[in-house]
């Protein structure tokens, strides 16, 4: 199975937050893999994902990203899905993405709230 | 056995009354109900679109905007009907479709989170009582499940049961698409789809190195695209959670085969148990069904 997703972190320091930056395609069952051991060894409770150079999604890639965000959630963590392409939202909005997922419009809504969480 | 995987839906209009939390009301029209009376399609007036629109200061509308404004919203909706009483009833937003033939209007496809048993079954006896009665009629859907029914350029490809080969599929039926004249938002509908049903294949008609083929068939014409893939399995499944195209589970999610209720203009099933499973799904050039009503297929790309 190819995986065809790669990433970049970025630390925030103020508010605490690691920043994700995906690329690529989100469409096997292992897709997620890497980042899933990333983001539950890390020691901050936010973090954000970029998903502007997320190409595909199906749905498949879809229940991996629920599948990363219940991990997150079962850890104490805390997941903001942000920045979705047109074709991306196409896919998620009509699974039920919006009802499982924390999808903002971008990076700085996704630091807004997560200061608001510190205040 | 061949199943139509659209859930019966009646063609029952029912003045509705929409109500949002901020004390703003709206009136509708239902265009059609789904035959369980869970879920309804919304026609609703100009100036709903347009007060939505003005208010959120959108120069230029295209469906995502419209789509991200209804998203998720949840409506009090008060339904009308002549000799039943049901309460207000609380109804999500799961799809909205704008026409571009006659000016702004919307139709918002819903589902409503909080119909009791009771109340189902006035709704249910009110859809059956017009049924009856012959005041309205199925919407129809055609069915191409016959190779007879459908003409024209066919692409046959047989390829090897592995996972990479639903990129190339569904790339490869993109591509076709935008080749035919598809415009890019309907090309890209049409590799969801065929990613879905491909992946479907894959997934439950393909045992692990079991030196599966999936075969695939594609037939374009003046109509559209019609994609049928077939795997070597023939493993039935239970078509019946499909069949409500707006229906979520408990947990608020849908399966990839509801991405196909969403992109297609129909899919169907068809298994020969032992011997192979077969899913097909149609892409209209234009949405016959809805022409009548002013419905378009929804114009991203400018």
């Not at chain 1, 925030?12 to 051991?37: C, M, V, W, Y």
């Not at chain 2, 139509?4 to 901020?22: C, H, Y």
């Not at chain 2, 892409?283 to 378009?296: A, T």
């Amino acid at each position: 199975m190819t995986v065809r997703m790669q990433f970049q972190v970025r630390e925030q320091i103020d508010p605490p937050a690691f920043i994700f930056e995906l690329e690529g395609t989100i469409d096997s069952e292992r897709s997620l893999e890497k980042l899933t051991h990333y983001l539950t060894g890390s020691d901050k409770k936010h973090h954000i994902l970029v998903l502007r150079k997320i190409r595909y999604v199906n749905s498949c890639g879809f229940s991996e990203l629920v599948l990363l965000n219940d991990t997150a959630v079962k850890n104490g963590k805390t997941i903001y899905f942000v920045d979705l392409s047109d074709k991306v939202r196409a896919v998620i909005l009509p699974m039920g993405g919006a009802q499982v997922l924390n999808l903002l419009h971008d990076e700085e809504a996704a630091l807004s709230k997560i200061e608001n969480a510190f205040a | 056995m061949t199943s139509d995987l659209r859930a019966q839906r009646i063609q029952l209009q029912v003045r509705v009354q929409i109500e949002e939390p901020g004390g703003k009301e709206y009136l509708g029209i239902t265009h059609d109900f789904s035959t369980t009376g869970f879920s309804a399609f919304l026609r609703c007036k100009e100036d709903f679109v347009v007060s939505e629109v003005m208010s959120n200061a959108f120069v230029q509308i295209n469906f995502e905007k419209l789509e991200s404004l209804f998203y998720d919203r949840k409506f009090r909706t008060v339904l009308n009907l002549e000799n039943e009483s049901i309460p207000p009833l609380v109804c999500s937003v799961v799809r909205v479709e704008n026409s571009w033939l006659r000016g702004f209007e919307v139709f918002v496809a819903c589902r409503f989170k909080d119909l009791d048993e009771s109340n189902r079954q006035n709704l249910e006896a009110h859809i059956q009582n017009q049924l009856e009665s012959g005041a309205v009629g199925y919407d129809e859907v055609d069915l191409p499940v016959s190779d007879d029914d459908l003409q024209g350029e066919v692409i046959r490809l047989e390829l090897p049961a592995r996972h990479m080969y639903i990129a190339y599929f569904r790339d490869f039926c993109e591509k076709l698409a935008r080749d035919v004249g598809f415009s890019e938002s309907n090309a890209f509908k049409i590799k969801v789809a065929a990613d879905e049903v491909f992946s479907n294949a894959f997934e439950h008609g393909s045992p692990s190195y079991g030196g599966n083929k999936i075969q695939a068939k594609i037939t374009t014409n003046r109509d559209g695209m019609h994609v049928r893939v077939r795997d070597q399995a023939g493993v039935p499944f239970d078509v019946t959670r499909y069949q409500d195209t707006l229906a979520v589970d408990e947990t608020q999610r849908r399966s990839g085969l509801h991405l196909l209720s969403e992109f297609t203009d129909g899919w169907w099933v068809k298994t020969e148990q032992g011997m192979y499973t077969e899913i097909s799904f149609q892409k209209n050039r234009k949405s016959r069904g809805h022409e009548s009503d002013g419905r378009s297929e929804p114009r991203t790309d400018s």
